[in-house]
C-alpha cells in the first residue's frame, strides 16, 4: 500500500511540475558554455547582434544555455541544451507584427478561458530541423514559426496569475503552463 502511495504522489508531482514553468537564469561567462554551443553561436550569431548576454537557465530539473540578444530592432533567444545542442530560437515581436487572423485566434482563445487578460510578450518560435541545425539566417519574419509562445497575465475570481501559452504556426492552443517567479536568497543591486 505505502508503495502504491509513493508511486501516486511521484507521478502527481511529475505532472504538476510539467505544467508549472519555474525558470531561474543565471548570467554566465560564454567560455561557461558547453564548447558545442560556443561552437554553435560562434558560427550563426549575427554579426551586428548587440547587447549579447549568456545564461544558465533552470527550469524544474531541466538544465540550458542561452544566448540574448537585439538583431534588427527585436529581441532574440537562442537556447541549447545542456550538452550543447540547438533546442529552439526566439523573436520577440509586438502583436501587430503577427498575422491579423492568427492573432484574432489567439486573442479568442485566451478570452475565453479568462475574465481579464494582458499579454506581456509574444515570441516566435523556431525549431531546429532533424540535423539539429537551424542557421540565424532561416529565421526572420518571412519564415513560418513552428509555435507563439506567449506570456500572458490573468485576473480569474480576483486572482492574478501569469501564464506560458503556447500555439502552434495556425494559431491552435498547444500547452499552458503557470508561470511562476523564483525569489532569489540575495538582494541583486
Do not use: C, W
Not at 45 to 69: I, N
Not at 134 to 159: C, R
Amino acid at each position: 500500500m505505502k508503495k502504491v502511495v509513493l508511486l501516486f504522489l511521484l507521478i502527481s508531482v511529475s505532472v504538476f511540475s510539467q505544467n508549472e514553468k519555474a525558470e531561474k537564469e543565471e548570467s554566465i561567462n560564454r567560455t561557461e558554455m558547453p564548447e558545442k554551443a560556443q561552437q554553435y553561436l560562434a558560427e550563426n550569431l549575427p554579426q551586428h547582434a548587440r547587447k549579447v548576454r549568456y545564461y544558465f537557465e533552470t527550469d524544474g530539473d531541466r538544465k540550458s544555455y542561452e544566448a540574448k540578444f537585439k538583431f534588427q530592432k527585436h529581441r532574440y533567444s537562442v537556447e541549447l541544451s545542456a550538452p550543447g545542442q540547438l533546442e529552439d530560437i526566439e523573436i520577440e515581436v509586438d502583436h501587430n507584427e503577427l498575422d491579423e487572423e492568427i492573432f484574432q485566434k489567439i486573442s479568442r482563445h485566451i478570452d475565453h478561458e479568462n475574465e481579464r487578460f494582458r499579454i506581456e510578450k509574444i515570441q516566435l518560435q523556431f525549431l531546429p530541423d532533424t540535423t539539429g541545425k537551424l542557421p540565424l539566417e532561416k529565421v526572420g519574419f518571412q519564415a513560418q514559426p513552428a509555435n507563439y509562445e506567449l506570456i500572458i497575465a490573468t485576473k480569474n475570481s480576483g486572482k492574478l496569475e501569469k501564464f506560458e501559452m503556447t500555439f502552434d504556426a495556425q494559431g491552435n492552443f498547444v500547452k499552458k503552463r503557470k508561470a511562476t517567479r523564483i525569489s532569489y536568497d540575495y538582494l541583486i543591486f
